[in-house]
Nanobody
Framework: QVQVVESGGGSVQAGGSLRLSCVAS???????????MGWFRQAPGKEREGVAS???????TYYADSVAGRFTISQDNAKKSYLQMNSLTPEDTAMYYC???????????????????????WGQGTQVTVSS
């Protein structure tokens, strides 16, 4: 079992920046395979959207088109992830979730990183509100 906790949300004016942090902790049991982490968001009345993810080991990053060039995902190690969000717009307002999964190489990471079902462990979410 892996516990995921995110932090760093808040309110900011359009054009501003925020940095979200996420820590994944193994609570019980042994997690074999490669732990990977990603960020999702969900605005009221909309489906959960994959925002960014990072390949196990950190060699590659992936972004939704809507945030590419403005958001940057990074990690300190396999269990700490960050999402730097710049040039925020009101359209970025949402609950942001950190998620973690165990990658067993049975699917193409680049083609499915944004699918929520690929992630097993989820944080409670942190609210990001961008005002115009």
């Amino acid at each position: 079992q892996v516990q995921v906790v995110e932090s760093g949300g808040g309110s900011v004016q359009a054009g501003g920046s925020l940095r979200l942090s996420c820590v994944a902790s193994v609570v019980s049991g042994y997690t074999s395979g490669q732990l990977f982490m990603g960020w999702f968001r969900q605005a009221p009345g909309k489906e959960r959207e994959g925002v960014a993810s990072i390949y196990p080991g950190g060699s590659r990053t992936y972004y939704a088109d809507s945030v590419a060039g403005r958001f940057t995902i990074s990690q300190d190690n396999a269990k700490k992830s960050y999402l730097q969000m710049n040039s925020l717009t009101p359209e970025d307002t949402a609950m942001y979730y950190c998620a973690a999964g165990v990658y067993d190489e049975s699917w193409w990471f680049s083609s499915a990183w944004y699918i929520p079902e690929r992630y097993t462990y989820w944080g409670q979410g942190t609210q990001v509100t961008v005002s115009s």
